[in-house]
T-cell receptor, first 115, second 113 residues
Framework: AQSVTQPDIHITVSEGASLELRCNYSYGATPYLFWYVQSPGQGLQLLLKYFSGDTLVQGIKGFEAEFKRSQSSFNLRKPSVHWSDAAEYFCAVGTSSNDGNKLVFGAGTILRVKS | NAGVTQTPKFQVLKTGQSMTLQCAQDMNHEYMSWYRQDPGMGLRLIHYSVGAGITDQGEVPNGYNVSRSTTEDFPLRLLSAAPSQTSVYFC????????????FGSGTQLSVL
């Protein structure tokens, strides 16, 4: 079964600094990978997804992520963080098998932004 | 432009009580699902449905029942609430296909005393 690890529970960055949130997955075949963001008291919103093609994917709000098969990683990046980016970020993996309907989420990384 | 609507937003139950969390979507999505969110554990799938009349278990189905009589509605029933079911519950829907975007409701915060 697939699994997702987000090693960092909390990350604090200064406004304007660059950001990288780590995500490692475990799955034997090519996964479908997602990053979602959750603002306080809200549901989750899709930032970006990867399922084939170019391994560097662009998302909303200036975020991007790179799929590295050799490292089983799908890290999320942003060159310059804004205060409004403070939220919790979830990496998720799905498959194209019969269990493809079971999207598995990581435990999340809480991003704090210092002014 | 309602999207996914969950009710209620907050609920407090006593151990042993039953209740139903409601979820409705107006996007004609085939796939609907329920997740629970607990600190440090991310979101865990409870049950999901790929169409009216079809449901299946997720990662943590025990203590919960679902049904899907219409495309729009996917209620989650707690038959006999337990303190371990204290959590935030999210309903989500999407078109068929694992690469499709999931649309989430705003959540139900449930406390079981």
């Amino acid at each position: 079964a697939q699994s997702v690890t987000q090693p960092d529970i909390h990350i604090t960055v200064s406004e304007g600094a660059s950001l990288e949130l780590r995500c490692n997955y475990s799955y034997g075949a090519t996964p479908y990978l997602f990053w979602y963001v959750q603002s306080p008291g809200q549901g989750l919103q899709l930032l970006l997804k990867y399922f084939s093609g170019d391994t560097l994917v662009q998302g909303i709000k200036g975020f991007e992520a790179e799929f590295k098969r050799s490292q089983s990683s799908f890290n999320l990046r942003k060159p310059s963080v804004h205060w409004s980016d403070a939220a919790e970020y979830f990496c998720a993996v799905g498959t194209s098998s019969n269990d493809g309907n079971k999207l598995v989420f990581g435990a999340g990384t809480i991003l704090r932004v210092k002014s | 432009n309602a999207g996914v609507t969950q009710t209620p937003k907050f609920q407090v139950l006593k151990t042993g009580q039953s209740m139903t969390l409601q979820c409705a979507q107006d996007m004609n999505h085939e796939y609907m699902s329920w997740y629970r969110q607990d600190p440090g554990m991310g979101l865990r799938l409870i049950h999901y449905s790929v169409g009216a009349g079809i449901t299946d278990q997720g990662e943590v189905p025990n203590g919960y029942n679902v049904s899907r009589s219409t495309t729009e509605d996917f209620p989650l029933r707690l038959l006999s609430a337990a303190p371990s079911q204290t959590s935030v519950y999210f309903c989500a829907s999407r078109r068929q296909g694992i690469n499709e975007k999931l649309f989430f409701g705003s959540g139900t915060q449930l406390s079981v005393l």
